[in-house]
């Protein structure tokens, strides 16, 4: 399976958000759209993801307080990506090594989606639950032995 597979199923709804726009902003989009991750564009191009990890550190490093931080201050200016001919398995690997929640899938400079831990765990889910109804139908056709061979 590969990262195409995923975002297919998924569906390509992005929320992006510029480096210079208040991290009190980007906090309530996530809120209220009830995700966990903006991509931080700028100039058309991919410059950072903000996740509520970085907003959580930036909330603690300022006393508990938002204030006037910009999202550049919080935003993880080199986060990993992906591709959209990037396999199941190697995202898993790549997100568990780098603790990786949210990833960017880009062809070439475009971006074209992201895709969540939780969204490569539904997919490794879903595939398990599909081979094993296609195991458990395969045995229930199971042609019967020949009786008189023996």
Not at 8 to 37: H, Q, W, Y
Request: glycine fraction near 6%.
């Amino acid at each position: 399976m590969k990262v195409s597979d995923i975002l297919r199923v998924k569906g390509n709804t992005l929320f992006t958000i510029t480096p210079d726009d208040l991290l009190a902003e980007a906090a309530n989009t996530m809120a209220e759209k009830d995700i966990g991750s903006l991509v931080v564009m700028e100039h058309g191009d991919l410059v950072g993801m903000l996740t509520f990890r970085e907003v959580i550190v930036a909330v603690v490093k300022n006393g508990g307080q938002i204030g006037t931080t910009l999202v550049r201050k919080a935003m993880d200016d080199a986060p990993v990506t992906c591709t959209l001919e990037t396999d199941l398995d190697e995202i898993r690997r790549i997100m568990l090594e780098r603790h990786a929640r949210y990833m960017p899938v880009m062809d070439k400079r475009m971006l074209m989606g992201v895709i969540s831990f939780y969204d490569v765990a539904k997919a490794v889910v879903d595939s398990q639950n599909f081979e094993n109804k296609m195991l458990k139908a395969y045995i229930r056709d199971w042609p019967a032995e020949d009786e008189k061979a023996g």
